[in-house]
């Protein structure tokens, strides 16, 4: 596995760089599939009100098709690099139950009444979806969706884009300020 870890603003220690390469390089053995992946580390200290979240360890690892995304804060820039592990081994764990058999072995053993019509006609939601929300969505523009999205309290507004004649989605991003994903046919 290719590791490469940076420092945001700041010189990594030689001792929390080897952790993290020694941590990560364990990966493969959850998934087989990241033996020759590549693995970003970005390491940052933040001046943080906070003081148990001043160090945030943020990791992306790539390869073979499966992409894994962690990013953990702590006090400690060794807690956080221990946490960020951990929680990138269970993303490995999950994909592999995924892809080498316990769910598809639950989802083969399924009764046939879960797969079945619900009475109204339509078809059964899977078993992670709890709730559906129908709601009519207005053509507006971008900045018109800002407002909105900022008046109901919401992390996301769904909206018609008038500009791009296609719905589109704004939200509110983790630093504070806001994302536009408009949506492209593959």
């Known amino acids: 596995m290719d590791i490469v870890v940076r420092g945001k603003h700041f010189d990594v220690p030689a001792l929390v760089e080897e952790r993290a390469r020694t941590k990560l390089g364990r990966l493969p053995r959850y998934l087989p599939l990241l033996e020759e992946a590549s693995a970003e580390v970005d390491i940052a200290h933040e001046k943080a009100k906070q003081p148990d979240k001043r160090f945030v360890v943020h990791v992306t690892v790539s390869g073979h098709g499966v992409h894994l995304r962690a990013e953990e804060r702590a006090a400690k820039l060794e807690t956080a690099v221990d946490q960020v592990v951990q929680a990138l081994n269970q993303q490995a764990r999950k994909h592999k ?43 507006m523009t971008a900045a018109e969706a800002l407002e909105q999205m900022e008046m109901l309290k919401h992390d996301f507004f769904l909206f018609f884009d008038a500009d791009a004649d296609q719905v589109s989605l704004v939200y509110r991003r983790k630093a504070g300020d806001y994302g536009l994903i408009v949506p492209e046919l593959s």
């Not at 009475?119 to 207005?138: E, I, L, S, W």
């Open 97 to 139: 139950e995924q892809i080498y058999g316990r769910s598809r072995a639950k989802a083969a053993k399924a009764p046939a009444s879960a797969k079945a019509a619900s009475p109204d006609g339509a078809t059964a939601m899977p078993r992670d979806v709890t709730k559906v929300k129908r709601f009519a969505v207005n053509a």
